[in-house]
């Protein structure tokens, strides 16, 4: 028989927990063992009464507690109480334990209130009759009403343990989630104008092949050291990226503008070197993505990189005198990408374009510079 149909008395979830509680049933069958005839018969019978509401209120515990059962098993208590011996009161801690299982807190108090009422006015029914030296029992009877809110509480930490596992799953998803869409941006940004200048470069090829042979071959070989060059990158992305520098990035960027045919002027504070690491980063990423635009989409004959530090902020201005950006290609990928990284620095991002005029792209972040890095203690 396969282990889905093998039977289990109580839900294996549980453990030996409902096992152990068993143990406490031998003290009432030993006072049923004590009486004869009818009495004991019934006594027996009510006792496995007792077990099987025991099980089934094991068994739907993650639906919702049945009043039923815990009815059957209070009428069983009294009964043992009042005609077997005031000690199977003790059998309250096992409705007590379930009734800590109510999810709504309505259900919990009217339950709780309801067994207490029943369990001491049977007690005090039958204070004449008590054993000398009985009063433990209205001392136990409190700790058993107090039970429930031990299991209530041990519950509801569960609970919130679940929801907080199920919030960290989200949230591991959610950084994942985020974390592709950094890949795709960081691919996007870094190998754009790379692979940019490897198609300038073919078209190139294409056209000097049969006039300028050597020169084809040049540019054949320029186009071999750029391919290297993206394969760094890729690389690079993988091992999460090293941390660029503007200065390596408008140094490249001279490189792609010249390469594709556009007069380059770039313009660089030299104070940059004390603006902080990830500043530099995200920087450099806009600054590829703006020259990358340029040289797809610009058609400009001239395009100038302004790159300064002012107080507080930094300031770069890249500005062509191509023929401008439509609003399709302003909404696109890039400008987007660019937007969102920069917003992670609290930077803004502005774009003025015009057909006559070319496209003026402008960022701003602010900065802060630590006094150690000047030398000042």
């Not at 058993?144 to 031990?150: A, D, N, R, T, V």
């Not at 960290?168 to 960081?186: A, G, P, Q, Y």
């Not at 987007?336 to 792209?361: A, P, W, Y």
Request: proline share 2%; net charge neutral.
């Amino acid at each position: 028989m396969g282990t889905a149909n093998k039977f289990r008395l109580f839900p294996e979830r549980y453990g030996f927990l409902p096992y152990v509680f068993l143990l406490y049933l031998l003290m009432p069958a030993y006072y049923i063992a004590e009486e004869s005839g009818w009495k004991m018969v019934a006594g027996y019978g009510m006792l496995f009464l007792f077990f099987m509401s025991y099980r089934q209120l094991y068994c739907n515990l993650e639906n919702n507690v049945s009043i039923g059962w815990l009815v059957i098993q209070v009428l069983i208590i009294l009964i043992f109480s009042i005609f077997y011996n005031l000690n199977s009161l003790f059998m309250g801690f096992f409705t007590a334990h379930f009734i800590g299982w109510f999810k709504s807190k309505r259900a919990f108090w009217t339950a709780l209130i309801l067994f207490s009422i029943s369990i001491f006015t049977t007690l005090f029914a039958l204070f004449d009759e008590f054993p000398s030296g009985a009063y433990y029992l209205l001392i136990m009877m409190i700790v058993m009403l107090c039970s429930p809110f031990g299991i209530r509480s041990m519950n509801t930490k569960i609970e919130l343990e679940e929801k907080l596992n199920v919030a960290n799953e989200r949230i591991e998803s959610l950084v994942k989630r985020e974390e592709r869409m950094r890949i795709s941006r960081d691919l996007h940004d870094t190998l754009g104008h790379t692979l940019s200048l490897i198609t300038l470069k073919s078209q190139l090829v294409v056209k000097m092949v049969d006039k300028d042979t050597g020169g084809a071959r040049r540019e054949a070989k320029e186009i071999e050291r750029t391919s290297r060059i993206a394969l760094k990158q890729v690389r690079e992305l993988v091992s999460d990226m090293r941390a660029l520098t503007i200065s390596e990035v408008l140094f490249e960027s001279q490189a792609i503008l010249e390469a594709a045919g556009i007069k380059a002027r770039i313009n660089i504070s030299h104070e940059l070197e004390e603006i902080p690491s990830m500043t530099q980063n995200i920087l450099g990423m806009c600054v590829r993505e703006g020259v990358t635009n340029v040289v797809k989409h610009s058609q400009a004959t001239m395009c100038s990189i302004l790159c300064e530090k002012h107080e507080g902020e930094v300031f770069i201005r890249i500005k062509d005198n191509g023929k401008g950006m439509s609003n399709e290609i302003e909404r696109g990928n890039g400008i987007c990408g660019m937007s969102e990284r920069l917003e992670l620095i609290e930077g803004n991002l502005s774009v003025q374009t015009d057909s006559h005029k070319g496209f003026i792209l402008e960022m701003k972040v602010p900065v802060i510079i630590k006094e150690g890095r000047k030398g000042v203690s």
